[in-house]
């Protein structure tokens, strides 16, 4: 990359970083309660990417 790295590029990845970090923890909440529900696990996969374009996709 070349340029300076303003301070709006810093805070977009903040909230990038914070939108996985809520999307990992309602898998977690998901997973806790299907297992009190079943007795069965589950994987939960968090993307990072997938967060940042969940948020472009919003106006």
């Known amino acids: 990359m070349a340029g300076k ?3 709006q590029t810093g805070q977009l990845h903040s909230l990038c970083d914070i ?3 809520l999307n990992a ?3 977690i909440q998901q997973a806790l309660m299907q297992r009190e ?3 069965r696990g589950s994987a939960v996969k ?4 997938g ?3 969940e ?3 919003v106006p």
């Open 25 to 27: 923890l309602i898998g």
């Open 5 to 7: 790295v303003s301070a």
């Open 19 to 21: 939108n996985a970090g």
């Open 55 to 57: 948020l472009m996709a």
């Open 51 to 53: 967060s940042a374009a």
């Open 46 to 49: 968090v993307s990072l990417f």
């Open 37 to 39: 529900r079943t007795g």
